[in-house]
């Protein structure tokens, strides 16, 4: 079983940069869907962006050119670097994989495994 720990959340400006990591344990990490997913106060889970196991990536479109996933799977970590950060991007950061290739890869429900969360807090 693939356990997920997040890392790199904070407190910054707005215009500023974060980057999130996630580090998996486990032999299966390679095989997993894995989702970047936010949820802000009084708000549902949100999909950030997913990376797909041959690396394809997909971004919600608020932070589309500002936010970059990224995998290494030799080290079995995912990262996303967000850049030009707003206001708006303030939330709980979660990283998530989701087991079977099939489904709705864009809803956090689809997903079977959670890391902690980490704040991301920015501000104006």
């Known amino acids: 079983q693939v356990q997920l720990v997040e890392s790199g959340g904070g407190l910054v400006q707005a215009g500023g940069s974060l980057r999130l990591s996630c580090a998996a344990s486990?032999?299966?990490?390679?095989?997993?869907?894995m989702g970047w997913f936010r949820q802000a106060p009084g708000k549902e889970r949100e999909v950030v962006g997913i990376?797909?196991?041959?690396?394809?990536?997909y971004y919600e479109d608020s932070v589309k050119g500002r936010f970059t996933i990224s995998r290494d799977h030799t080290k079995k970590t995912l990262s996303l670097q967000m850049n030009s950060l707003k206001p708006e991007d303030t939330a709980v950061y979660y990283c998530?994989?989701?087991?079977?290739?099939?489904?709705?890869?864009?809803?956090?429900?689809?997903?079977?495994?959670w890391g902690q969360g980490t704040q991301v807090t920015i501000s104006s």
């Open positions: 998530a994989a989701k087991v079977t290739y099939s489904g709705n890869f864009y809803h956090a429900n689809e997903y079977d495994l």
């Open positions: 990376s797909w196991m041959d690396d394809t990536t």
């Open positions: 486990g032999r299966a990490f390679n095989g997993y869907t």
